[in-house]
Each structure stands twice: as C-alpha cells, then as structure tokens.
C-alpha cells in the first residue's frame, strides 16, 4: 500500500460506488443478484494469492495461503456457475416465449 | 514505476470497471446472464493481472495450484449437482466459505508473519478476523436451518440471548483491542477474537426464524464484502478494497431491498427473534399442532377437479411445498391441460414465496412455466375477486389474510396475496400443521376453501388424471 490516505480514499469511494449500483431490483432477480455478488465478495482470492506469493518459503503461510485459496475458490467458481445455473433458465424460457 | 506495474494497475482498473458492470447488469432481468459473465471475467482479469506482478516463485505456484485445484473442483461439483430447490442454502455455503477465507487470510498473517506490523494493519486484522469469523459461523448456521439440521433452540426466543449475545461481542471487543494494541501479535487476544466472533455469529443467528433467512443470508453476503475490503488493507491490495467495499455496500442494499418486500425492517429481523415463535407451539419442523382449527373442510383431487373444468379463470399460488415436493413439472401440465380447456392460468408470486425472493420464478421457469403467466402481488391482488378457482400449493404465510385484517397477527402488515377474495380456493397441504413461521391460517377456514391434503406432486398427478378421464385431453385435439 503506498499510503493509508490513498487506501482509505479507495474504501470510501467504493463504498459510495456499491451503494448507487443497486437501485430497483424486480424481485425475480433477488435471489440471483444475492448469488452472484456472493461470487464476487469471493474476491479474497486476490488476498490468498498475495499471502502465497510472499509467503517466502514459509510452511505455514503457505499452507494457510493453500486452504484460504481454496475456501475462497469454492465461493467464486461455484457462485459464478450457480448463478448463471438460474440465469440461464429465465433465459431460456424467455426465449421459449417468443418463438 | 516498471512497465509491468503500468500493466498491472491498467488490469485492475479494467478488472474494478468490470466488477461496477457486472454487479450493475444483475439487477436487470435482460442483462442479467451476460453481466454475471463479465464478473467472473472481471475476476479472471484480476486474479491473472495479480499474478503477473507478483511473479510467484515455483514453490509458490505449486500452493497456487493446490488450493486452486481444491477449491475450484469441489465448486464445480457443488454448483452443478446441487438441485434448484436448494438454492439458498447453497448460496449460504458458498458465502460461509468467503468469509473462512478472509478469515485465514488475517489469522496467517497474525499468527506467521514475522514482518512489524503497523496498527493499521493490526487494526485491519481485527476487522478481517472478527467479520470473517462470523460471515462464516453465521452463514453455516443459516444453510443448517434452511436445510432443517438445526431448529431454534428455546432460550434463543428468551431475552437470555441478548444476554450472551453482548457478552460475545464484548469478548469479542476486548480481544480486538488488546490485539490492536500490542505491536507483537499474542495468541492470547487473537484466540479470544476468533472464538467470540464465530459464537457470536451462530448466537444472533440462531435466534432469527426460518421466515427470515434470506435477508440474514444476503446481509451476512454484505459483511463478506466488508471482510474482503479487511483483507485488502491486511496484504495490501487495492483492487480488493475496492471490490469488498463495493459488495459490502450493494449487498446493504440489496437486504434492504429484501426487508422492503417483507414489510420488516432489518432491526426486527436481527433482534426480534423467530416471527410467532412465542404465540404457537407447533415451530418449525411443519407437523405442527392441528389445535385451533374448527371449520377445516377437505375434500378429494376428484372434486377440485370438476372445479377446475369448469372454472375460466384460475390462479396457482406456488410455495415452499411446491419445490419440497419437485412438483413444478406436474404443475405445469395441469396448467398445460386446463389451457387446452379453455382456461385462462396464471401463477400469483408473492415476493417472498418459497425460502428466499425469486425462488418461485427460478422453480417455475425450469417447469418452462411462460414468463408472462408468472404474475407480482401487486398486480395480481386486483384480479382475484374474478377468479374462479385459485390453488394454493404449499404456500402458506404468504396467503394468510390476517396479515391484513387482525392486528395481533404477528404477520400483520406483511403484503399477502388476497387469495380469499376469489370464488373458491383450494390449498394443497401436506397435513394442517402451521407455517414457516408457525402462525395459523385464517384462510383454511373461510368457506370458499377447501383443503386437498397430500403431497403437491402427486394431489396435481392426481389432478391430470382426473381431467384427462373426464376427456379435457381429448378435447384439445377434436378443438385443435
């Protein structure tokens, strides 16, 4: 981090990004949207990356990087597919509709 | 600055620009797929941008590898073999297991990292280890109840659960600040926060009823935001801020979205316990007590079939039974049937039909239910004083009318689907016993209703053989 000013700006204004993103939200997409922003909180990844890459060798840091990479893996690849599992059937009917 | 960290901060911003898109796109039913795309595209981008700046050692790539392959098949199998009716408690895994990472993430780094640690970082420790620990504790006891492993304990719906509830969080506070507070990371205070935090998170979370998991799931979401942006500031990366603050935030949103369509508010769901737990004795587990009831009429799948052939306009109410029982195909060759007969069919949706919003859309659509005939409460509730025949299949709260007429219902002032207006209702149930959320319903003994009990699958197989021996199949051909 080059400086705690910087980080805190970041914070700040991330959060004022995610809370103009969602505004109305049809109910029929509550459970997706909740699925698929789980997959993104997934992004700890980039954290267990990080922990491994600078683990210098270290077993333990390793390990913990190892299994904290895996737990966060899970939420990402399963949230993503999981989600589109349920996208992909209102699209289907959709398209289902109009032929 | 290198070139390669040029590159790198360029991947970032592309990867955060991605991340806005995609999470934006997913609150639009047209954009939604493509947009759940892109995120994970976004993701791929950041995760391959980080890769490159950092330059992993062989060894380091070889845990890389491990974790990956771990982690990543397990999800794949998960998300592929889990069934659609058991949605939510799958997002509440998956949610559990974002919150354990940020959790090790802070604990290695606490624990086994010999670099000085600054007190922003040690500060950033606390937040990751203490939100981590309960996102996960909390999310696992949300996918144990939805799944009904887990019930809710009596002294859960006492004011004893406030008791032990500050005493963790007071716990909890003491071992952040001494954690914070010492330069030297000490096991003492770093065991303490873990410990308290996690029982801290099945504490508040055990106490809440079945009814209102899906605003605690998707408000346990928000905090794995929150413990994604900790894990930033601890190793230092500021793409992760941005992208745990922006779920974190969204995620707050989208809760108060959930809690808007439930008439709640989110206080009431956190700290008001189980919704009727206190005014019936038949929670949860649906067998119920059958007391309280005095002018139940039932009657067979043979005489709501004559109903429905005669009837030109019919409502199906889908809830939680319905998916229970995989019932959504039968449902939709019913439909499919009484179509043929002329009949005009819709389905009502309250917003929180089933175990969490949307539920319904996702089972119906997988049946190839039109999307036009799926009809919102508030559009609906103006059409059932001219339908004839409405059906009421596993839903049970959400039909309820003394959430709009008795003041001491615990669900008064829930929007419900005004079913009772229509002509003559049929509930398909299993047996009497009480809802979701444990209160009896008025609706069974009004006199335009009639109860089909059994199973929803095999009451509307039942149902399709009744119509069709009554020649409503045949008829199609002969029409068409």
């Known amino acids: ?99 | 600055m290198s070139a390669i960290d040029v590159f790198g901060y360029g991947i970032d911003l592309l990867a955060v620009l991605l991340l806005a898109l995609g999470l934006k796109g997913l609150s639009k039913v047209r954009s939604a797929r493509s947009a759940n795309g892109l995120a994970a595209l976004a993701m791929g981008l950041a995760v391959a941008g980080l890769l490159i700046q950092l330059q992993p050692s062989p060894t380091a790539w070889l845990w890389i590898a491990l974790g990956t392959a771990g982690g990543g098949l397990l999800g794949l199998l998960t998300a592929q073999r889990v069934p659609m009716t058991a949605m939510p408690e799958t997002v509440a895994l998956f949610n559990g297991c974002g919150g354990m990472a940020s959790l090790l993430v802070a604990l290695a780094v606490a624990l086994f990292d010999p670099g000085d640690s600054g007190l922003v970082e040690r500060i950033s420790i606390v937040i990751s280890v203490f939100v981590g620990a309960i996102t996960f504790s909390g999310s696992i006891v949300a996918m144990g109840k939805l799944q009904g492993w887990i019930g809710t304990p009596g002294w859960t719906q006492s004011s004893v659960r406030h008791a032990v509830n500050i005493t963790l969080a007071l716990a909890s506070l003491v071992g952040g600040v001494f954690l914070a507070a010492s330069p030297v990371s000490e096991a003492g205070p770093l065991w303490l926060l873990v410990l308290a935090s996690t029982l801290l998170g099945i504490g508040v979370t055990l106490s809440i009823g079945g009814a209102d998991m899906p605003v605690v799931i998707s408000l346990l979401n928000s905090y794995s935001g929150v413990a994604a942006a900790a894990a930033g500031f601890v190793v230092g990366s500021q793409l992760l801020i941005v992208a745990g603050a922006m779920v974190g935030a969204a995620g707050l949103i989208l809760t108060q979205v959930m809690c808007t369509a439930m008439n709640r508010s989110l206080l009431s769901v956190l700290f008001g316990g189980a919704l009727g737990a206190g005014s019936s004795g038949g929670h949860v587990g649906g067998g119920g007590d059958e007391a309280g009831y005095s002018r139940i009429v039932s009657c067979s799948a043979e005489e709501c079939a004559m109903a429905l052939e005669t009837a030109e306009r019919v409502v199906f109410v889908p809830g939680y039974g319905l998916a229970v029982a995989q019932a959504q195909h039968a449902l939709r060759e019913l439909a499919k049937l009484l179509e043929a007969n002329g009949s005009e069919v819709s389905y009502a949706i309250h917003p929180v039909a089933g175990r969490m919003p949307g539920h319904m859309n996702v089972l119906l659509a997988e049946a190839d239910v039109p999307y036009e005939q799926l009809i919102e409460m508030d559009t609906i509730n103006p059409e059932f004083p001219r339908t004839d025949v409405v059906i009421v299949l596993g839903a049970n709260d959400v039909v309820n009318p003394d959430a709009k007429t008795d003041p001491s219902s615990p669900l008064y002032g829930m929007p419900v689907l005004e079913v009772d207006q229509a002509r003559q209702v049929f509930v398909v149930k299993r047996s009497l016993g009480a809802g979701y959320a444990g209160i009896a319903n008025a609706l069974f003994e009004l006199p335009q209703t009639a109860m089909v009990f059994g199973d929803a699958k095999a009451v509307l197989q039942q149902l399709c053989t009744e119509l069709r021996s009554q020649g409503v199949g045949s008829k199609v051909a002969v029409a068409a």
């Open chain 1, 1 to 99: 981090m080059s400086s705690l000013d910087q980080a805190l700006w970041v914070l700040l204004l991330g959060s004022l990004l995610g809370l103009e993103l969602i505004g109305k939200v049809p109910p029929t997409l509550h459970t997706p949207l909740m699925s698929g922003a789980n997959a993104i909180s997934g992004i700890t990844v980039l954290a267990s990356i990080t922990l491994i890459a600078e683990a210098d060798g270290s077993p333990p840091l390793l390990l913990l990087g190892a299994v904290s990479l895996g737990f966060a893996l899970f939420n990402v690849i399963g949230g993503f597919l999981v989600t589109d599992r349920m996208l992909a059937m209102f699209s289907r009917k959709k398209s289902g509709a109009g032929s």
